[in-house]
């Protein structure tokens, strides 16, 4: 417990720490007390301390005002405070603040983004954004226009500069694929796997090309088989009624997966930057066991696999090793798929949809739009409910490569490990290619 004080006689770190602490200890009159007579001490305290949101509504407008009377006296205070403490000023002080000091906003900005950025309010962040951006000229063709209802996606993308470096220097490429992508009339999807996958894909694709053609280097595997299982009337359903169309007709495959049309917009699912930074997606790891029968049964070849297990049995398990080690030595990140199809076919296998795989209709905000198009709403898609994000139907021209090239169809893969093909990825890579001789040897071995 916080002991009681005298407001009068406490030293002014003494107070300013009791204040931010446990403001509820104090009175409104006493706060506006202590906020006046030690204002130096408690904004010395803000940023040490995370209790100041605690502080009333009262007290962070009186706080606000003390501090912005420092302004022309005590610049660094101020900004600092603005950064580590928005709230504390009304709107129109935020806007005079950044615009007296941008330059020392910039100083601090570049010493380290505040680690209270995803407390800001929107108005503030959106003030922000073209700051930062001055800083980060990555994110200048990202930053949200004035009628955009949400900035987050922004700072989720900025956060990653300093938590997760190695995925952040993908985004530069990424982005430039994705324009190349859309100087093509193209439109692009985003969707996100756990890092596993990419040892799976990985693996896969070095088997099919034992029974096939090899994979082209701009498509891969959203599924561990050559051809879709949906007939055309299926695909017609789901497109119509959606996911749910799954459960009613038994269709042995899962049938769509989930993208979005903004590199960093999240809902429920697992489609864009977010989620990959996080490294996780609703397959889990439990299931690669599982996915590791599937691919053999299905490239049928599981006789060579039992067989791998029985002689070589630490064979899967090194690989899975060595690929781990390479993960953690990139921030234990995902891959953000980018998927890229012509307008026309995307409006036949794609279409809007709920976290429940339903169709979805969507205003745009500030047009008089109400639309499931795919090719309007991936045009649109800084005016679109931030939440919005799209179905993708797994037909033959996204899961078969051959095919796919001939419709013009490309998935490429951005991780920080395969992309950058670290040290520790071409050591999995090397041991890759020797549990494939192996399998090759059992295979045809009597």
């Known amino acids: 417990m916080v002991p009681r004080i005298n407001v009068t006689q406490a030293s ?36 040490l301390e995370d209790e100041h949101r605690k ?57 380290g983004w505040s680690s209270n950025q995803f407390y800001w309010p929107q108005k503030f962040q959106s003030l922000m954004i073209p700051v930062i951006a001055k800083h980060e000229p990555v994110l200048n063709s990202l930053i949200p226009t004035e009628s955009c209802n949400d900035p987050k996606y922004f700072f989720r993308l900025l956060s990653s500069s300093s938590n997760s470096p ?32 990419i040892l799976l894909e990985k693996l896969y694709r070095k088997l099919s090309a034992l029974k096939t053609t090899p994979t082209p280097a701009d498509f891969i595997h959203l599924r561990y088989q050559q051809h879709s299982s949906l007939s055309n009337n299926e695909i017609k359903e789901i497109r119509k009624n959606g996911m749910r169309y799954n459960d009613k007709k038994g269709i042995k495959t899962e049938p769509i997966i989930f993208t979005n049309v903004h590199i960093a917009a999240n809902d429920y699912t697992n489609n864009s930057w977010h989620f990959a930074l996080d490294n996780r997606d609703f397959a889990g790891t439990s299931r690669i066991d599982q996915m590791l029968s599937t691919i053999f049964k299905n490239l049928n070849i599981s006789k060579a696999y039992e067989r791998l297990k029985k002689e ?20 234990e990140c995902g891959q953000l798929l980018v998927i890229s199809l012509p307008e026309e ?22 047009k008089k739009l109400t639309t499931t198009s795919t090719v309007a709403l991936a045009k649109n898609h800084d005016l679109a ?32 490990v395969a992309y950058w093909r670290t040290e520790k990825y071409c050591a999995f890579e090397k041991k890759l ?9 059992l295979e045809t071995k009597p």
């Open 55 to 111: 502080l009333e509504r009262e007290s962070k407008e009186l706080l606000g005002d003390e501090v912005f009377k420092l302004r022309n006296t005590a610049p660094q205070l101020l900004v600092r405070t603005l950064l580590q403490a928005p709230t504390f000023f009304s709107f129109n002080q935020q806007k005079e603040i950044i615009r007296l000091y941008e330059p020392l906003i910039d100083e601090q900005l570049i010493e």
């Open 433 to 441: 290619d020797e549990v494939v001789e192996l399998l090759k040897e």
């Open 385 to 416: 409910d931030f939440k919005n994000q799209h179905a993708l139907i797994l037909i033959e021209q996204i899961l078969n490569p051959k095919v796919a090239q001939k419709a013009y169809v490309t998935i490429k893969s951005f991780d920080p």
């Open 345 to 366: 076919l995307a409006e036949q296998c794609t279409y809007s949809t709920d976290p429940e795989g339903r169709p979805n209709y969507h205003y745009l905000v500030n």
């Open 12 to 47: 002014p770190s003494l107070a300013a720490t009791c204040l931010l602490q446990r403001p509820t200890s104090f009175s409104k009159e006493e706060q506006l007390i202590l906020i006046k007579k030690h204002t130096g001490s408690i904004l010395e305290t803000v940023g």
């Open 312 to 331: 070589y049995p630490q064979a899967l398990t090194e690989l899975k090793e060595l690929f781990d080690a390479a993960i953690k030595g990139q921030g």
């Open 166 to 197: 190695s995925f952040y220097n993908l985004l530069g490429p990424t982005i430039e694929h994705a324009q190349e992508q859309f100087a093509q009339d193209r439109l692009i999807f985003f969707h996100t796997h756990a890092s596993h996958w």
